[in-house]
């Protein structure tokens, strides 16, 4: 990156995204000698009582639809126009649901800068296709031909917007982009630890989630702690001997982050995809019905991923390789019985080296 | 040990002595090869309802004081005289309070077998002593001149009695002897794993309750999920680093283990640690009144071990390089600010190597 002050785009203005470009704008007003104070934000057009969304922000300074009541700085600017949104862009902060990434990405591809420009990813989970799971950082380098780094933890995003205390993770491959993204990110509130593995954190944030469901099964069949600590902990060692196993070179280091334990724990202890796994056993309806009852038709993170990293281990036969994962996908869309969650891990031992 | 039959006692019989001598003596039933059926249990003698609690116990196969309810097998045996309960034993149980082990010990040392005899401690903590933590195992190999192994885990005992799923972890110097525990101990709902680390297993056991003090010390303070789970991802970190400091090869792996983070997650979510460090905050009195209230007069092992491991890193010049526990001690006993256990994370960081 040049000498001259960096100019900072948020794409994405859901709940994590606002709050997220809440952070950065904070920074970009502390460290006005490397930054530009402006954070623009891409904000996806709606009207919100006949009124344009990225006007209300621009005037209130305020997501009043994806994070009322907190005033996101007067230096955040709403720009309904994504490729408007990055012109002269230093950096690119990814914040969009997973599907709208490569058609965004593509729609960039000729307006960013090819010089001084570089993106970090806050994008949740791996991205499947054609039977392979790909890690969105290095998605959005092979298109963008830019350095991408990620950021991801243990962050509920209203916590983050009230500014109590937590901490996050980013990885990146270069030293220099780390400095840039502490500065960025980093506040007294929102503790920033910059680590090298960023497969290790992009693998943690994805499959995590299918944990959560494995923790909801266990709630929604009352079992207790005993059992539910042995889920989460099988949980956490068969993600890093996935990680290990597909992603070479994930670091044990990793799963001690905010982007391994931490974001684990609040995952399994609220979270959505617990409550959902939980009301699933309860009720015994197909998963789809309670996702739709619950989550008025969006689907969950973790059932998605569930289905994709069995498919993916299955053409591999490796499914016996991860007998938690597979637990969790039979019970959620094999009929199998919700006590096999336990009764799997009594047989079938998981060991990294 | 030899090729006869292995006799097995398990000093002591409360509610965790209780529940693993009833694994156990399931155990010697299923490997009878391997073990002499009967598995003694050392109980201290009580009158309840003017008849002896051993008396009781050997009528009914159930330890109505400590563990009620549960039949406890015809071929658990109680007898009241710690010495006699020895007698030619080959593997001894220790599941005592910590403040007995000594006199124990010191009592049993000439009359145990000279030969053919092995121990395994469930003791919970660290002893304190002239400034220094020793590691339960070893004292009483030192004493009793035998090998001494350890389990830990996330075992809470009525759980483990009611045959509810759930993981242990024992660690022990001589492989052959984790293969005679194994049988001893493991069964279909208590999942043994058994690793070389004995000090880490151990240090392990005793510092998750001072995490879980500052686990509950931010349910008092009612904070967010991002704070509380950073305490707990702190905590994790410094129980590796206190570890790997002050007891030489402490493995990373043992925190992976069912004594590691399982553990350290069921008790900041449950157990009576966080919840007595939050009804302190909440009141404002002094934890010893609390613990008063709470507890019937008992100490909190959270509590001593935070007094401990304080004074131990104090002597040492070292509290700030362990500032999650620091920040503890000072909260409980030093009138510190609660919130200084979010406050002095922000600014102290403690990393591993």
New interface residues.
């Given amino acids: 990156m040049s000498a001259s002050k960096l100019k900072v785009t948020v794409i994405g203005s859901g709940n994590w995204g606002s709050s997220i470009a809440r952070v950065c704008a904070q920074n970009t007003i502390k460290h006005s000698d490397v930054f530009e104070q402006e954070v623009r934000m891409w904000v996806f057009e709606e009207e919100i009582d006949g009124k344009k969304l990225t006007e209300i922000i621009n005037e209130k300074h305020e997501n009043v639809k994806y994070l009322p009541g907190i005033n996101l700085g007067d230096n955040v600017v709403a720009i309904p126009d994504v490729r408007e949104s990055v012109k002269g862009a230093n950096i690119l902060v990814f914040v969009l649901p997973h599907q709208f990434v490569y058609k965004v990405c593509e729609s960039l591809r000729d307006v960013i800068p090819k010089e001084n420009c570089t993106a970090i990813s806050l994008i949740k989970g791996l991205d499947y296709k054609n039977n392979n799971l790909l890690i969105f950082s290095e998605e959005i380098e092979k298109i963008l031909g830019i350095h991408c780094a990620a950021l991801s933890g ?3 995003a209203s ?2 917007a ?1 500014e ?4 996050t993770t980013i990885a990146c491959r270069d030293p220099k982009d780390g400095e840039t993204f502490f500065k960025l990110f980093h506040t ?2 929102f ?1 920033v ?1 910059v680590i090298g593995d960023w497969r290790g954190l992009q693998v943690c944030g994805a499959l995590k989630n299918i944990v959560a469901l494995g923790a909801g099964i266990c709630d929604g069949l009352k ?8 889920v ?2 099988r949980g ?2 068969e993600m ?1 001997k996935f990680g290990k196993t597909f992603f070479g070179d994930v670091h ?1 280091e990793t ?4 982007c391994g ?3 684990l ?2 995952t399994c ?2 979270g959505r995809n617990r409550k959902v796994a939980a009301a699933f056993i309860k009720s015994g309806k197909p998963i789809e019905e309670i996702e739709k009852e619950m989550l008025n038709g969006q689907k969950l993170q973790g059932t998605t991923t569930s289905q994709e990293v069995y498919h993916f281990l299955s053409s591999r036969n490796m499914t016996q390789d991860f007998p938690l994962m597979t637990a969790i996908y039979r019970v959620m869309y094999e009929n199998a019985s919700p006590e096999s969650i ?2 799997d ?2 047989t079938h ?1 998981v060991k ?1 080296e």
């Fill in positions: 243990a962050n509920i916590e983050v009230e109590q205390f937590g901490e007294d509130y503790d630890n079992y207790g702690n005993n059992t539910k600590s042995a989460i902990r956490l060692v890093r044990t799963f001690f982050e905010s334990v931490a974001d724990i609040t202890a609220g336990a009764l891990l009594r031992h990294v």
